[in-house]
């Protein structure tokens, strides 16, 4: 036997220092310092300027706290959406902001302030705003380095702060265009309350939370019933979970269709008494007023109670509840629950205050902005707070009183239901009615519209409802059911609730005629005071300078000087009009001559289809007849790995901070754009390794690039398409293929279908198929040799390609890919979308040559796992005599292929010897360790 040489140092093994061992947490804040040194945001906005734009608005976030997962997801997504229209050509600037004004921010220095033991209202105001600022300012920094840390390119030097001078004169500029063109008014109406807080708060600002209220059943005698005089005595009976509410009762209501029984109670602690009942609830209210049976006494419809009046159960105490009660028809009552008949406080539900205002009952304001009555209140006066569950439990003193004046029939603490919460103290709201700023959504507007609809302005003025919705269905929405969404809140909303009663935010620069309490539009007051907040900011707006504002034609005397703040909804709402059309953004500037919605692009959580996407529609189409956006994207929330909602008290978040100092920001970028965003998804410790195992595939799929081509150079590169294998032209058509699919997931914003394309590609089509089968010519052909020519060819071609496509997804490594290839050069985020080689080949013929190579794997692995052979390189195969045409041991790495009778694939183990540098088995080969004739040539040109 001849004596075994070691061949290994004649292989063309790869070569790259690029490792396969990540290190992100350790490498990413290297690579970001050097693009901060190369202003490398800058240098993209260079390199892109003129070209056509893509805009997307950032949604400002708000300035309160670290960075959570929901921010991660959310600014990996817009990063995502900027970088690949970037990467298509487009100059595609990307602007981030922060919600500064607000009671988040003013409720956490007045937690300071509760520490100290200081009283915030004892502040100056001026000094109270500029903790509040730099509360702000604090946050805004923080999150700005955590946010730069995922790798989100973005102008971060030049951010846009709705606290900002100019900002804040902006939004009041805004504010005033709604005041002169009618779109404004101030009016009572309930409206949902802090009482925590001290403030109106918007329907944005609410979250729903189950919890367990007293529920009452309260007697009012009825004193005069004209179409059915024997039913005086009878009490009517109310049902309510708000005991809170009765001391402001001002009518009952009925259904005019439902039928009403009156009763007369057996046992119990009222038995003989004669109560009136709906029908379908008597048998539920006669066991919670503890009674064991009734008689029935008559029956009518609701509509014979018109023109019926009640006694108020606490009638005794003369003045305001002397008053009868009046009896009001209302469709809005149901059998549903209770008693059929609704006690009616126009201060603290909708329907209460529509239907008593019809009938010429108004509101009293006995609850004050802290949840307690007025102190002159004739009942309770001074006491509160109504949200306590104390006051209105059975032995409160609301229970206690009725009892005891004999109004209260049942009582007890055990009603479970959701009810309104303020997302940011968690403390129940109320509804209650005060004078506030509102903009109606039913008036005609003034605006001239170019948008659709508008055709039709004259016929059918539009309204601001009408054009938010005209808007919406011109809009594109991501997913579609958002459109849904967001035209059902539309369509039902109330009028919006512009004032809040808070110290940090935008004024309401208004002035209100003491006399005839119409407020000022007069455009050179406006002007001054959009001068005066640009030059100083919102503390601008003082009484001390009221007159500086009115000027020569008006005395500070004759006016009030609106002292509430504007609802940060507005705030928000109005960033496209002081970020993408001041032009204080040059970046941001439309060509001359473009005519549509400043943004392509609004992109946040499907939250805000009642919170931003609205506001900003709302305000838009006042303003400007149109959506300030083209298209709105939206996503679900992160939940844990077992899909419950993260909360501080579950113990259950993850913060994306720890995230990336544990795997790094490129495996949380992965992660966020595998998920369907679309809708709610999980993120946990199973999941990101999972994630993991992902990110190490596309590594090692560029670092055997890197390694495959190391040493490559023009003079080796096959430059006609048409002289390459035929395997090498169908992986370009695979890799043609896939630029189609990620082209469309860019347009569709679908990133999900992108990422998994991309890897599926490198995993299936490269590492397991075409890496697999050339790696031979690569290792063992001569370095001139046609075929590993045409292979290193076509892999300086997919490093091309694939490191653009992921480079918008894997930033960091993209990078570290590049500059591993391309030390010192300039960074792959400046480069291009791709431009591929055209090649054609028989796609059905190749799909049937690997599924036939699937057979003959799934055929040798047995055979594997039996040691009966070592590898496919010792099998002998055979194959269907109808198999396509093909160097099938080259495709299938086996020893040799022949062609059978049957359609069966059977394997055998080679009888050729195995060459010792090739490791492959052939006929050619005399002994094991010999060289097969190839690799004696090749080796033979190293001597």
């Known amino acids: 036997m001849t004596e075994q040489r070691d061949y290994r140092s004649t292989v063309f093994l790869p070569k790259t220092d690029f490792p396969m061992k990540a290190g992100l947490p350790q490498k990413e804040p290297g690579i970001l310092a050097r693009w901060q040194e190369i202003d490398l945001y800058r240098r993209l906005r260079d390199a892109r300027a003129g070209r056509e734009k893509f805009i997307l608005h950032d949604g400002p976030p708000y300035a309160n706290g670290d960075m959570h997962i929901g921010h991660a997801l959310n600014h990996i997504l817009k990063d995502m959406v900027v970088r690949t229209q970037s990467l298509l050509g487009k100059d595609a600037p990307y602007v981030p902001g922060w919600d500064c004004h607000g009671l988040p921010i003013e409720w956490k220095v007045e937690e300071e302030y509760r520490k100290k033991k200081k009283n915030k209202d004892e502040v100056p105001p001026r000094e109270f705003r500029a903790e509040c600022r730099a509360y702000a300012r604090k946050w805004v920094d923080i999150q700005r380095d955590q946010l730069k840390r995922l790798g989100i390119n973005a102008d971060w030097d030049n951010p846009y702060l709705t606290m900002d001078f100019a900002a804040e004169a902006t939004i009041v500029g805004e504010l005033l265009k709604f005041a002169t063109t009618g779109l404004l008014y101030r009016g009572a109406k309930p409206v949902m309350w802090s009482p925590v807080e001290k403030t109106a708060l918007a329907e944005a600002e609410v979250e729903y939370e189950d919890i367990t209220s007293t529920q009452i059943d309260v007697a009012f005698e009825l004193v005069d019933v004209p179409d059915t ?18 001391p402001v009762n001002q009518a009952l209501a009925y259904g005019p269709a439902i039928d009403y029984h009156a009763i007369e109670m057996k046992g119990g602690d009222h038995a003989g008494e004669k109560f009136l009942i709906a029908e379908p609830l008597i048998e539920d209210f006669v066991k919670r007023a503890g009674g064991n049976g009734f008689k029935v006494l008559m029956w009518m419809k609701g509509a014979a109670l018109e023109g019926a009046t009640a006694r108020h159960p606490m009638h005794h105490l003369g003045g305001f509840y002397a008053t009868p009660r009046p009896l009001l028809s209302g469709e809005f009552v149901t059998t549903d629950s209770g008693t059929g008949l609704v006690h009616m406080a126009p201060d603290h539900g909708e329907d209460d205050f529509l239907l008593c205002r019809s009938h010429g009952i108004e509101p009293v304001f006995a609850v004050e902005g802290d949840g307690k009555y007025r102190a002159e209140w004739g009942w309770l006066g001074g006491e509160g707070s109504v949200i306590n569950p104390k006051f209105n439990a059975p032995d409160g003193p ?25 997302w940011r103290s968690k403390a129940k709201v109320i509804y209650r009615c005060t004078p506030q700023w509102f903009v109606p ?62 110290a940090w935010g935008v004024p309401i620069t208004l002035f209100v005629d003491r006399r005839t309490q119409a407020f000022l539009t007069d455009p050179a007051v406006n002007a001054r005071i959009i001068a005066a907040i640009n030059e100083e ?86 303003t400007r007849g149109h959506a300030p956006y083209k298209a709105v994207l939206t996503h679900g929330f992160t939940m844990d790995a077992k ?14 901070i720890d995230l990336m100092r544990d795997y790094g920001a490129d495996i949380l970028r992965l992660w966020a754009l595998s998920v369907d965003f679309t809708e709610d998804h999980r993120i946990g410790k199973e999941i990101l390794a999972g994630v993991a195992d992902q990110y190490r595939k596309l590594r090692n799929t560029f670092r055997y690039l890197l390694g495959a081509l190391d040493g490559f150079t023009e003079d080796e590169r096959v430059a006609d398409v048409a002289n390459l294998p035929e395997l090498e032209r169908y992986v370009l058509v695979l890799l ?43 290792y063992c052909d001569a370095s001139g040799d046609a075929t590993r020519r045409a292979y290193r060819t076509v892999l300086d071609t997919l490093f091309h390609a694939l490191i653009r496509y992921a480079a918008p997804v894997l930033v960091f490594t993209a990078e570290e890919v590049w500059q591993s290839r391309f030390t010192g050069s300039d960074s792959v985020h400046l480069t291009e979308w791709p431009v591929l080689p055209a090649s054609v080949v028989d796609e059905d013929r190749w799909a049937a040559l690997r599924a036939l190579r699937q057979q003959v794997n799934e055929a040798i692995e047995p055979l594997r796992r039996e040691k009966v052979l070592g590898s496919g390189l010792e099998a002998t195969v055979s194959v269907p005599a109808n198999a396509p045409d093909a160097d099938l041991a080259e495709l299938f790495i086996t020893a040799t292929v022949v062609r059978g009778h049957g359609d069966a694939v059977t394997v055998t183990r080679t009888t050729d010897h195995k060459c010792g540098r090739c490791w492959r088995h052939l006929p050619d080969v005399v002994e094991d360790g010999a060289l097969c004739g190839r690799c004696t040539a090749v080796v033979e040109t190293q001597a």
């Open 537 to 622: 900011g919102v503390d601008a707006w003082s009484d001390e300078r009221a007159q500086e504002f009115l000027g020569n034609d008006y005395s500070a005397d004759d006016f009030e000087r609106v002292t509430d703040i504007l609802d940060v909804w507005f705030d928000s709402g109005s960033t496209h009009a002081f970020v993408l059309e001041s032009g204080r953004w040059p970046d941001l500037v439309r060509p001359e001559g473009y005519e549509g919605p400043p943004a392509d692009l609004y992109l946040e959580g499907s939250d805000q289809h009642r919170g931003w996407f609205q506001s900003s529609l709302l305000e838009s189409c006042a």
């Open 441 to 502: 959504m039913d008036k005609e507007l003034s605006v001239k519209r170019t948008g659709p609809g508008s055709e039709f302005d004259d016929l059918f003025p539009p309204t601001l409802r009408t054009a938010a919705k005209d808007a919406i269905g011109a809009t594109r929405f991501v997913p579609e059911k958002g459109r849904n969404r967001i035209g059902a809140m539309v369509e039902g909303r109330p009028d919006w609730v512009l004032s809040r009663q808070r």
């Open 229 to 246: 005089p024997e039913l005086a005595g009878v009490k009517a009976v109310i049902w309510t979970t708000t005991p809170w509410t009765i």
């Open 398 to 422: 609301i229970c206690t009183a009725l009892r005891e004046a004999g109004g209260l029939i049942a009582a007890s603490a055990d009603f479970r239901h959701s009810y309104p919460h303020s």
């Open 643 to 656: 899909g419950m909602k993260m909360s501080k008290s579950l113990g259950n978040t993850i913060s994306p």
């Open 736 to 778: 043609e293929r896939l630029d189609g699919t990620l082209r469309q997931a860019v347009a569709d914003f679908d990133f999900n279908t992108y990422v998994r394309a991309l890897t599926e590609f490198c995993n299936e089509d490269l590492s397991a198929f075409f890496f697999d089968i050339r790696k031979d010519s690569l």
